[in-house]
């Protein structure tokens, strides 16, 4: 099977759907899925069409992680063990970082690479019944692609030291009860949850939307002071945009605003 089929990009409107497409495997990528997904970013963050990414998996399983069969036999005990981690780690990252949110859409398991890829969205909606977590120690394993500094953010020291030591999952309820994702539903609600919930996104100036994601991503890598210059000059970016312009014209015209991403 070609990679083209095995992680699948579908543009609908404002909306890039990406679908990891193994359901025999649980949805588990490899390297070149990860290449592939490194290169659909790019294409997503480039189309100023596209507004939101939609991150899901096909057979009612999102992912669960890396192909075990291709882990050891190309890394398992050999001195190229940490490619897969810095490959892993900078894709996660492009996700983390892109220009577009992104939105992971979760059922069964979510595990491992998984459970990374999910942490390195935006945001998170799941089947109340999805079984999510890190999963790593379980093998004896250590996971490489943003564990360590995603996940204690999210939920704190002592929840992450539970979730990662413990290789414990959890329901999409639980999950989200923890606040590792943004909301979780019945299994036959999940379309309609996550519809509404790009709803709120795909409206909003892309302009602002990457300067406001962009900002709040390095909220809590600095002190207050150098933040509150970063917003300042935040401030100014946005007040110069056309976008801004236009927010404010079709605020006080009494109408919808139409944006350039500008």
Not at 207 to 226: E, G, P, V
Request: with cysteine; glycine share 8%; proline share 3%.
């Amino acid at each position: 099977m070609a990679v083209e089929d095995e992680i699948q990009f579908e543009r609908d409107g404002h909306v890039a759907r990406v679908w990891l497409n193994r359901p025999w495997k649980k949805n588990c990528v490899t390297v070149p899925i990860l290449d592939r997904l490194d290169e659909i970013i790019t294409e997503v963050d480039e189309d100023p069409e596209l507004r939101v990414l939609v991150v899901r998996g096909r057979g009612g399983t999102f992912c669960s992680g890396f192909d075990l069969d291709s882990l050891k036999a190309d890394y398992v005990g050999r001195s190229n063990a940490i490619d897969v981690a810095v490959k892993s780690a900078k894709v996660c990252d492009r996700l983390y970082s892109m220009k577009t949110p992104s939105v992971a859409v979760l059922e069964g398991h979510v595990t491992a690479g998984g459970f990374e890829i999910m942490i390195s969205c935006d945001f998170a909606i799941a089947a109340d019944d999805a079984q999510i977590g890190d999963f790593h120690i379980r093998r004896a394993l250590f996971g490489g692609a943003g564990p360590i500094y995603r996940v204690p953010r999210m939920i704190g020291i002592r929840k992450t030291k539970e979730l990662m030591l413990t290789g414990k999952l959890l329901s999409g309820v639980e999950a989200a009860e923890f606040g590792l994702i943004n909301k979780s539903a019945p299994a036959e609600e999940l379309d309609a949850a996550v519809q509404d919930f790009i709803g709120d996104l795909i409206d909003k100036s892309p302009f602002t939307m990457w300067l406001t994601k962009m900002t709040i991503d390095r909220s809590l890598d600095a002190d207050t002071q150098s933040l509150m210059v970063m917003e300042h000059l935040a401030v100014g970016v946005a007040l110069n945009s056309e976008d801004a312009n236009e927010g404010v014209s079709a605020f006080l015209e009494k109408r919808e605003p139409k944006w350039t991403g500008r």
